[in-house]
């Protein structure tokens, strides 16, 4: 099991910068997919960005791209989430999360989480 700590939430007004932070616990976090999803008050969970193993495949939600970027530094079991230009609609609880596997298929390949760190833009 991967433990993961999220870090770098804050207060920011709209147009700004965030760095997210996800420290993981375990040798096995280099060998797994990792994500990160949003949860706004009153709506669904939401996967923002993935990354495999490697790093060689990416997944941006179609609201973000051009704005986040997400990357990894095994070596160190980091994960991260550059968020820029950020707008009151980023405004969520942010989450990492391994997957089970490589990369993932699905949402439900993701069953290590952290306890979420909240992103809140002010417009």
């Known amino acids: 099991q991967v433990q993961l700590v999220e870090s770098g939430g804050g207060l920011v007004q709209a147009g700004g910068s965030l760095r997210l932070s996800c420290a993981a616990s375990?040798?096995?976090?280099?060998?797994?997919?990792m994500g990160w999803f949003r949860q706004a008050p009153g709506k669904e969970r939401e996967l923002v960005a993935a990354i495999s193993w490697l790093g060689g495949s990416i997944y941006y939600v179609d609201s973000v791209k051009g704005r986040f970027t997400i990357s990894r530094d095994n070596a160190q079991n980091m994960g991260y989430l550059q968020m820029n230009s950020l707008k009151p609609d980023d405004t969520a609880i942010y989450y990492c999360?391994?997957?089970?596997?490589?990369?993932?298929?699905?949402?439900?390949?993701?069953?290590?989480w952290g306890q979420g760190t909240q992103v809140t833009v002010s417009s």
């Open positions: 375990g040798r096995s976090f280099r060998n797994r997919g």
């Open positions: 999360a391994a997957s089970s596997g490589t990369y993932y298929s699905t949402e439900g390949d993701f069953r290590s």
